[in-house]
Structures are given as structure tokens and as C-alpha cells.
């Protein structure tokens, strides 16, 4: 049963833009590096650590305290503890990339979510530079808006790293594809996880020349490399035994997932693994939050085909696809790992 809706809860949804910017500009003031330098400092201790005036200041404070984003004991200042771990600078696992991907990519787009939702198309796109139909291929244009939404994806994925390094097994594993792999942030965590594997990843030209750079900077180019080109219509690489897709099968329709995943089935060998990475929604489609709010990107932004899709849909595309076993694994933070074996 879904939660019932107090009006608390409704206030906050209606002035969600409000909520978003108070956090953002705590980011960007430096708030939450202030206390986690100083906690249980008073409001002008605060307020001159951060160089607000005094009207200001009461705005910003009083707008992130009511949101329980820090809290107030007495006269004493201090970071909600997930404030702590998430939004501070140089911690595992800080959130503070992703925020600029939603302000700077999301928050625009999503203006056009309405004329998205009557015109199933991604309507937002119309914001970004150039005339390709989908999000990835437009900022190749705008590289100061790649490097914002390449570094929250890598944000994304240092936490998705540990997840799959500690819950995962690749001993198994001689060559894994990275499809959709990015700045390659994935593939040098795993392949330093494990020294046994080999790791390609396959992604744009362009993102794949800062994936390069990367992996050279930290000295695994014997180990992670790169394969540029479009995974619907270069084939993949030769002699792998699986493929990864994280965070990527939310973007297109079930069609194209099943599509792809047939690709990667003809290009596996019989016992080669396809692993499944993302958010995954409730089997009942009640939930999770981070599911219902993370589909309109997809559908007004991105591609105007994907969404947050539940266990039992992944489970379908690998079957149509022809993967004989699948295995579920769940994991924290709404995430989850399918497995499937040819």
C-alpha cells in the first residue's frame, strides 16, 4: 500500500524547486564544508564563514534547517548526518556533481515535461545544442555541459563501483565490456578490484577520448581500454565473455533494451554473462522514489523512449533476448544486479 499523502508532503512536492535551490546554493556557499569544519557554530559564525548579509543568510539557514538539511540545537549549528556523508567536499560518495547535472541539464529540460508526457518525445531536448534526437550525441556540442554530466555520471558511478566490487563476482570474468561505460570510472574500479580482468569501454568518440586520458592518468592502460562507436550499430568487441550495461537500459524503450541485449547475446560465447546495473523499480509499480522521480529525465530530456523499469521487465528483455538464467541480486540505495548467462 502507498503511503497515505499529509499536507506537509504536498507542500513540499508543490514548492520543490524552492527545496532544490536551497540545497544547491548550500553547495555552492559552502554550507555544508563550513559545518563539517565547524559544527555546532552559531548563526553569525555561520553566516560570515559563508560571506551572506544578514537578510540573505536568514533566507538560505532558516529555508535549509526547516528542511531538516541541518539542524538547529539551541543556539548550535550542524549538518544532518546524510548531509554529512553526501554534500561535503572530498568525501566518498558526495553527491555534489549530480546536483550540477540536475541543475544545469535536468531542471531546463524538464520545463517541457508536460509537452512531453502529450507528445511522447523528449520536447526538453530542444534546450541543448544541436539537431541530433536524443541528449548523449547533443552535448558533444556543448563540451562545458559533457564534462557537467560526465562528472556526475562518474559521481554516480564511484558509489555504484563499491556496490559492484563488494557484491559482484568477476572471478570468472577474463574480458568485460563497459557498454555505456563513460569517463571509465567503472571499468579502472573493477579492473583494480580484480586483477584478472580486462576491461573495454564502449562508448561516443568523444567521451571516449576523456575516458583515455583518465585511465592513463591512472596508470591501467595496460589493462582498460577503449572501443568508440554507437553499441546499436558497431558490433562488439571479439573474444569477450561479458557485458556490462550500468545505468543504461533506462534510456531506451523496452524494444531497444531487448534489441541490445539480443546484440550482446550474439556476441557472447555460450556461458558468457550479460550484467545488468541500475535503480530498479517495484516489481508492483508503487515505488521506489528514486524510481518515479528519476523517469521524467528520461522521457523528456534524454531520449523520449526510457524510464526506470522493475525487476520482473529486465527479467523479460533477457529471456526475450535469449538468456536462458537469470539471478537477482539487491542492493542498497534502491539499486540492483541482474544477471544473465547465455
Known sequence: MTKVLEYDDLALIA???????????????????????????????????????????????????????????????????????????GRPGNMREVLGWQHHICYPGLHYFLD???????????????????LYARLAHTPELEKVFQDAMSSLSNTANELLAREVTFDDINHLVDAGGGVGTNAITLAKANPNLRVTVFDSPTVCERANANIAEQGMSDRV???????????????????MFAHMMTIWTPEKDTELLKRAYDALPVGGKVI??????????????????????FLAIATGQGRLYSWQDYEGFLKEAGFSQTVRKELPRDHGVLVGVK
Open 116 to 134: 512531453s508526457l502529450k507528445q511522447n518525445a523528449n520536447v526538453g531536448l530542444q534546450h541543448f545544442q544541436g539537431d541530433e534526437d536524443n
Open 225 to 243: 581500454d577503449t572501443y568508440p562507436g554507437d553499441f546499436f550499430v558497431r558490433d562488439f568487441p571479439e573474444g569477450i565473455d561479458a557485458i
Open 15 to 89: 514548492q520543490g524547486h524552492a527545496a532544490f535551490q536551497l540545497l544547491w546554493s548550500g553547495v555552492n556557499l559552502n554550507v555544508f564544508d563550513y559545518l563539517s569544519e565547524h559544527p555546532g557554530c552559531d548563526f553569525e559564525s555561520l553566516r560570515a564563514g559563508i560571506g551572506l548579509e544578514l537578510q540573505p543568510a536568514k533566507v538560505l539557514i532558516i529555508g535549509l534547517t526547516s528542511l531538516g538539511i541541518i539542524e538547529k540545537d539551541g543556539d548550535s549549528y550542524r549538518n544532518a548526518e546524510v548531509v554529512e556523508q553526501t554534500m561535503v567536499s
Open 276 to 297: 545488468i546495473y541500475n535503480m530498479m523499480a517495484y516489481d508492483d509499480d508503487t515505488g521506489p522514489k528514486s524510481a518515479a522521480l528519476g523517469s521524467p529525465y
